[in-house]
C-alpha cells in the first residue's frame, strides 16, 4: 500500500516542483491541500494543476473567517511588529496552515506532511513547530532541505524536462507570499539592498505613493474591546472589512514597507511588504489606546508587543508564553472601545479625530486653565520629590560641598532644624 503524504499547495513554483518530486522519490499518493487564508487565487486552475503534476486529489480549505477572528485579531489587539516595520503578514498565517494540514493528514490517515519552505527561510520553521504542536508523530518532508535543485532557475528546468508548465515567468519571478492581510515580494533585484524595488512590475496592491490621487480621504473605524467592527458606519465582519481597507488603502499607497530583516536562521533578507488594511488598522487602534490605557499599562503592553512580534515570527505561535500575553493583551482590550478618525493621503497616514466612551483624557485636568481638579501649586512639591535625586547629585558634584552624613536622632526631630536643613536645599 502506497505512503499518503499531504502537501501545503500553493499552485507557486515550489509546490509544483514538488508534486513529482515527491512521486519520483517516495511510493505515495499525494493529497494536495490549498489553505485560503484570502490569497488572490484561481484556486479551480490552481487544483486542476495539482491533479495534472501527478496529485491523487486536491482540495481547498477556506479558513478566512478563522484567520481574522483567531490569528489577525489577536495579533493587532498585541501590538505585534517586528523589527520596527514588518506587521508579521506571512509569519501569523503559518501557524494556522500548519494546524489545518495536520487535520488533513489525520483525515487522510497520512504519514507525513510536506511543504515547499527553503532550508534558508523562516517558514521551515513556522509550519515544522506548527505542525509538531499537533503531530509529533508526523514525518515532516521539506523537499529544499534534500534535493539538488539550487534556485528557481533550477526549478523551472525541471520542470520543462518532464513537459510540464511553470506557473510563472522568470522575468516575474519574484518569491510572493500574499493572503488577506498582505502581499510579500522576495527576489531579483531586492537580492541587492543598494537596488530601489521596481514597484512599476512589482506591486500589486498599492500604488506607490507619487501616484495616488492628490485629494485626500477620510475613514472612520469602529473598534469594541480592541476589534474593528466597523467602517464608515457600516457594521462589517472581520473578512470585509479588511478586504474593504485593502482597497481603500491602496489606492493611496498606504502600507509599503522595504525591509532589510534578520531572520530565524540567522541571515538577513530584504523584502517588500504591502500591507494596506493592516496597516491603517495598527494606526487606528494605537491611537485608540492612546486615550483608553493607563501609563503603566501602555508602557508594559509596549514591552509585551516586542516580545509578541519575536514569537510570531518565529514560528511559536502555539506555546505556553504566547497564549499567556494574549491573556494579558485581552485584559488590556477592555475598555478599547471607540471611534477613529483618519485621513489618508499618498502614503501618510493622521488622526482626524477619535472618542471613546472610556477614554482617560479629561478636558478640565488637561487644560492650561486652573479646574477644580488640577491646582497648577500641588505641582511644586511633587516636582521636588520627584527631582529629588536629580538635586542631591548636584549638590555632590558641586565643587567644595559635599553632602553632610544625616545626625542621628532619637527620633524626636526638632521642627525648627528640619525646616532649617530643608531650606538649605
Known amino acids: 500500500m502506497k505512503t499518503k503524504i499531504v502537501?501545503?499547495?500553493?499552485?507557486?513554483?515550489?509546490?509544483?516542483?514538488?508534486?513529482?518530486w515527491l512521486k519520483e522519490n517516495y511510493d505515495c499518493d499525494?493529497?494536495?491541500?490549498?489553505?485560503?487564508v484570502g490569497q488572490d487565487a484561481d484556486w479551480e486552475a490552481i487544483q486542476?494543476?495539482?491533479l495534472n503534476t501527478g496529485a491523487a486529489s486536491c482540495y481547498v480549505q477556506d479558513v478566512k473567517?478563522?484567520?481574522?477572528?483567531?490569528y489577525l485579531w489577536p495579533m493587532l489587539k498585541?501590538?505585534?511588529?517586528y523589527e520596527d516595520?514588518?506587521?508579521l503578514g506571512t509569519a501569523i498565517a503559518r501557524p494556522l496552515i500548519a494546524k489545518v494540514l495536520v487535520d488533513a493528514a489525520r483525515k487522510e490517515k497520512a504519514k507525513a506532511i510536506a511543504h515547499g519552505a527553503t532550508g534558508k527561510g523562516n517558514d521551515q520553521i513556522r509550519f515544522d513547530l506548527g505542525i509538531m504542536a499537533f503531530a509529533p508523530d508526523l514525518e515532516i518532508i521539506a523537499p529544499w532541505r534534500v534535493w539538488k535543485l539550487k534556485s528557481r532557475e533550477d526549478e523551472i528546468r525541471y520542470l520543462k524536462r518532464r513537459h510540464i508548465e511553470a506557473p510563472m515567468k522568470k522575468k516575474d519571478s519574484y518569491s510572493r507570499d500574499d493572503n488577506l492581510w498582505h502581499l510579500s515580494h522576495e527576489g531579483l533585484e531586492l537580492e541587492d539592498p543598494a537596488n530601489a524595488p521596481d514597484y512599476k512590475r512589482m506591486l500589486k496592491m498599492t500604488v506607490p505613493p507619487e501616484k495616488a490621487p492628490s485629494k485626500a480621504e477620510y475613514v472612520e473605524i469602529d473598534f469594541e474591546k480592541g476589534i474593528p467592527t466597523a467602517l464608515d458606519g457600516q457594521k462589517m465582519g472581520g473578512v470585509e472589512l479588511i478586504a474593504a481597507l485593502n482597497r481603500i488603502g491602496g489606492a493611496h499607497g498606504i502600507g509599503l514597507v522595504d525591509l532589510v530583516e534578520n531572520r530565524v536562521v540567522g541571515m538577513k533578507s530584504r523584502g517588500i511588504y504591502e500591507t494596506p488594511g493592516g496597516t491603517i488598522l495598527y494606526f487606528a487602534h494605537q491611537e485608540l489606546e492612546h486615550i483608553c490605557l493607563d501609563r503603566q499599562t501602555?508602557?508594559?503592553?509596549?514591552q509585551a508587543a516586542l516580545k509578541m512580534g519575536e514569537l510570531i515570527y518565529g514560528g511559536l505561535w502555539f506555546t505556553p508564553l504566547r497564549e499567556s500575553l494574549s491573556a494579558f493583551v485581552d485584559q488590556t482590550q477592555k475598555t478599547v472601545t471607540g471611534k477613529v478618525r483618519l485621513r489618508l493621503y499618498k502614503g501618510g497616514i493622521s488622526s482626524a479625530g477619535l472618542s471613546s466612551p472610556y477614554s482617560l483624557y479629561n478636558a478640565s485636568i488637561a487644560s492650561f486653565a486652573t479646574g477644580d481638579l488640577y491646582n497648577h501649586a500641588d505641582s511644586k512639591g511633587f516636582v521636588r520629590l520627584y527631582g529629588l535625586p536629580v538635586l542631591v547629585r548636584a549638590m555632590m558634584e558641586k565643587p567644595g560641598r559635599a553632602v553632610k552624613p544625616m545626625e542621628k536622632t532619637d527620633g524626636k526631630a526638632d521642627g525648627k532644624a528640619a525646616a532649617r536643613r530643608t531650606a538649605k536645599f
Open 7 to 20: 502537501l501545503a499547495y500553493s499552485g507557486g513554483l515550489d509546490t509544483t516542483v514538488i508534486i513529482p
Open 30 to 36: 499525494i493529497a494536495a491541500v490549498c489553505v485560503d
Open 48 to 50: 486542476s494543476r495539482a
Open 65 to 70: 473567517k478563522e484567520f481574522v477572528e483567531n
Open 78 to 81: 498585541s501590538g505585534a511588529v
Open 85 to 87: 516595520k514588518y506587521l
Open 298 to 302: 501602555y508602557a508594559f503592553k509596549q
